[in-house]
């Protein structure tokens, strides 16, 4: 895999990760599947421990971390560890060229090539592993 792209990877799957330990000691259970997080009790929107922000939507959540916003959906069987290209470029947002990326368009080819090499894996519905 193209070392910017394993980098960004990391640091967004530590982001969701920290969003979702927030959200547990907040006292928000992980769902086991995208379907039980669609249809839980979860408010729309609320604050976590720290005063940080989420906002829930469809299959995921958006956590306004102090080093910036990660979106992220749960998967199928409520994983966790599943990216879509966009997610990533919103959690790169302006830092995306000390990724190592020009622009959007490199990091798209970038991830259509890692795709084409067997490193992701398409879940056939919005996230890639």
């Not at 922000?53 to 306004?64: A, D, L, N, W």
Request: aromatic share 12%.
């Amino acid at each position: 895999m193209h070392p910017a792209l394993a980098r960004l990877l990391h640091d967004y799957r530590a982001a969701v990760q920290q969003a979702l330990g927030l959200m547990e000691k907040s006292g928000i259970a992980l769902p086991a599947s995208n379907q039980e997080w669609l249809a839980g009790p979860v408010p729309e929107h609320g604050l976590l421990q720290g005063g940080i922000r989420y906002f829930k939507h469809g299959y995921g959540c958006s956590v306004q971390l102090p080093e910036g916003t990660v979106d992220f959906d749960f998967g199928e069987q409520g994983q966790t560890n599943g990216v879509s290209p966009g997610a990533l470029l919103h959690y790169a947002g302006s830092k995306l060229s000390a990724y190592g990326f020009d622009d959007e368009t490199e990091f798209l080819a970038c991830f259509e090539q890692a795709l084409a090499q067997g490193e992701l894996h398409d879940s056939g519905y919005l996230l890639y592993y």
